[in-house]
Structures are given as structure tokens and as C-alpha cells.
T-cell receptor, first 113, second 111 residues
Framework: DAGVIQSPRHEVTEMGQEVTLRCKPI?????LFWYRQTMMRGLELLIY????????DSGMPEDRFSAKMPNASFSTLKIQPSEPRDSAVYFC???????????FGEGSRLTVL | GEDVEQSLFLSVREGDSSVINCTYT??????LYWYKQEPGAGLQLLTY?????DMKQDQRLTVLLNKKDKHLSLRIADTQTGDSAIYFC???????????FGTGTLLAVQP
């Protein structure tokens, strides 16, 4: 398997623009997680899905953030409108269990100017 | 709530042993984990320990767990320059069944 695949790897955008980050989990993994990593706040869990259903979105910062998982092989994290404080590395991870070994993608580095 | 703390930075010389420490708060955690993040990459699981164990050894890695003090450590023997990375400890929350990550420790290995 190719592992968790994220795109884009790097995104630079201007404040107010919509940003969509994409993730393809490992086939057969029922759990998908979105994390955000910054120097100030470390690694934060934003939301996770089980069998395509959002289970816990308590980490989503505000209404500007939304995440979907239309099928078992694809998820998106959308920020609309984006703000400079959203600049971070966003990781997608998948797992066969909710709290066992997580398999991380290489991340999407977002810079909002 | 759950909280996982680590020191931010550790510098060692190549060939020495490294010890990275972690404290956690959730006494109901079933498993505790160590992840490694190399520059520009995602986190990768290094090793884990079940909460009823005191120690686990895996080649150059030794994990020690003091459940009474809620203290976890990772010892890397014969540290190499390729071990330079950020190391995260994580606990599986008994309440939410989620992984709670620590702040990460940057390990710098000097040749």
C-alpha cells in the first residue's frame, strides 16, 4: 500500500480565500483523523471519522473549518475563509482502531498571507 | 482533562544514550506510545507499552513506565545522527478513546 496520501503538500494563499486539503487513507482502515501542527500549540486533533461518519469534531476551531468523508477512500478539510492564523501543517492519519497505531500522511503545509 | 508534557529539547553526542521523558495525567490509559517525526514528514510509530508493563525493550529502544508517577521515558542506546527528530509520547485516553499527544521533544545528535 502507498500509505496515507495527502494533497497538496504545500499551499500558499491569501487571507479570505477558500482552502481545500485532501486525504486518501490506507485501504481497510476504518478510522481517519485530521490533525493540525503548529509551533505554539503542538499537535491538535481537529476531527476524526469512523466508517465515514464524523465521531468527534470538538477540536475543529470554528465554523470556518469543515471536514467531509464522502467515501472510505477520500476525505477533505476545508477552510473558508482562510486567515493567517490558520497557517500550519495539517496531517491526515488513518488507523484500523481508534487509539492504536496511527499512520500519518506527509502533511499539507498551509501558509495564509 | 488529559495532558501530556515533555521537555522541548535534548542534545546528545553521537554514540551516547538519549533519554526522553514524558508525564501524563490519564491513569486509565491502556497503552502509551512513542512516535518519531523526521523533518518534513508525518509521525511514525516507534514503539508502545501496555499499561501493566514496567519496561519494554526493542533493539536500541527501551521504554520505562512508572505508572504511580505517570512517567514514561524512552531511552535510545548508541544514538546516531539519523535519530535526530522530534519525539512525541502519546496516551490513549480511557474516557474518549482518542490519542493525546505530548508537545514533542526535539532530539539533536551532534557528530
Amino acid at each position: 500500500d502507498a500509505g496515507v496520501i495527502q494533497s497538496p503538500r504545500h499551499e500558499v494563499t491569501e487571507m479570505g480565500q477558500e482552502v481545500t486539503l485532501r486525504c486518501k487513507p490506507i485501504s481497510g482502515h476504518d478510522y481517519l483523523f485530521w490533525y493540525r501542527q503548529t509551533m505554539m500549540r503542538g499537535l491538535e486533533l481537529l476531527i476524526y471519522f469512523n466508517n465515514n461518519v464524523p465521531i468527534d469534531d470538538s477540536g475543529m476551531p470554528e465554523d470556518r473549518f469543515s471536514a467531509k468523508m464522502p467515501n472510505a477512500s477520500f476525505s477533505t478539510l476545508k477552510i473558508q475563509p482562510s486567515e493567517p492564523r490558520d497557517s500550519a501543517v495539517y496531517f491526515c492519519a488513518s488507523s484500523p482502531t481508534p487509539s492504536g497505531e496511527l499512520f500519518f500522511g506527509e502533511g499539507s503545509r498551509l501558509t495564509v498571507l | 482533562g488529559e495532558d501530556v508534557e515533555q521537555s522541548l529539547f535534548l542534545s546528545v553526542r553521537e554514540g551516547d544514550s538519549s533519554v526522553i521523558n514524558c508525564t501524563y495525567t490519564d491513569s486509565s490509559s491502556t497503552y502509551l506510545y512513542w512516535y518519531k517525526q523526521e523533518p518534513g514528514a508525518g509521525l511514525q510509530l516507534l514503539t508502545y507499552i501496555f499499561s501493566n508493563m514496567d519496561m519494554k525493550q526493542d533493539q536500541r529502544l527501551t521504554v520505562l513506565l512508572n505508572k504511580k508517577d505517570k512517567h514514561l521515558s524512552l531511552r535510545i542506546a548508541d544514538t546516531q545522527t539519523g535519530d535526530s527528530a522530534i519525539y512525541f509520547c502519546a496516551e490513549s485516553s480511557g474516557a474518549t478513546n482518542k490519542l493525546i499527544f505530548g508537545t514533542g521533544t526535539l532530539l539533536a545528535v551532534q557528530p
